[in-house]
């Protein structure tokens, strides 16, 4: 029913800050990935899922950044020691095929 | 390198008119490729999508059209709409190449239909 969602909408942190990004696939969806958006860019791709399986983290720009899907649902994308550089939109999609459909995106803000 | 690119920052079209939304890519691996449609605010949503093996995919108002040779695709909108005002981005994704699913990005298009 629901699409996907995710949680928090807006995060303000302060430089060096960690912060916890989640979110919530359509249920059945085995596919989840993260993608981060930058004011003006189409979203790029940061990792990809299939069930907990981290299959691809190929895109996640260093190793401040990590994220697991432990059960094979729910995600969660994790910045350590935030920079003002990661100040983006960050999208969650599911899929079941080839068609990705995304959550509202958190907007993180980093001063 | 930009795999993926929306050469037209934006378009202006009146209510009632086409409007052609273009999008060209270089990785000949891509087989499938999907038109999002993405309000302020908002996550993108998906529109339309066509596989390889097609040059052609409708959906009412909604068509894409894929010339692989030319590695170039466009959505047309016709009768365009106010509500149609949005940014539209393309994508592309290749399992034979990745593996994997993830979609490549275009820059976005801003269409505006004018009432």
């Known amino acids: 029913g629901a699409g996907v969602s995710q949680s928090p909408r807006y995060k303000v942190a302060k430089r060096g800050q960690d912060v916890a990004l989640r979110c919530d696939p359509i249920?059945?969806?085995?596919?989840l990935f993260w993608y981060q958006q930058a004011l003006g860019q189409g979203p790029e791709f940061l990792t990809y899922?299939?069930?907990?399986?981290?299959?691809?983290k190929s895109g996640l720009p260093s190793d401040r950044f990590f994220a697991e899907r432990p059960e094979g649902s729910v995600s969660t994308l994790k910045i350590q020691r935030t920079q003002q550089e990661d100040s983006a939109v960050y999208l969650c999609?599911?899929?079941?095929?080839?068609?990705?459909?995304f959550g509202p995106g958190t907007r993180l803000l980093v001063l | 390198d930009q795999q993926v690119k929306q050469n037209s920052p934006s378009l202006s079209v009146q209510e009632g008119r086409i409007s052609i939304l273009n999008c060209d890519y270089t990785?000949?691996?891509?087989?499938?490729f999907l038109w999002y449609k993405k309000y302020p605010a908002e996550g993108p949503t998906f529109l339309i999508s066509i596989s390889s093996i097609k040059d052609k995919n409708e959906d009412g108002r909604f068509t894409v059209f894929l010339n692989k040779s030319a590695k170039h695709l466009s959505l047309h909108i016709v009768p365009s709409q106010p509500g149609d005002s949005a940014v539209y981005f393309c994508a592309a994704s290749g399992w034979g190449s990745s593996n994997t699913g993830k979609l490549i990005f275009g820059q976005g298009t801003t269409l505006q239909v004018k009432p």
């Open positions: 990785n000949s691996m891509f087989d499938y």
């Open positions: 899922f299939q069930n907990e399986a981290q299959l691809d």
């Open positions: 999609a599911s899929s079941l095929k080839e068609t990705q459909y």
């Open positions: 249920s059945g969806h085995v596919s």
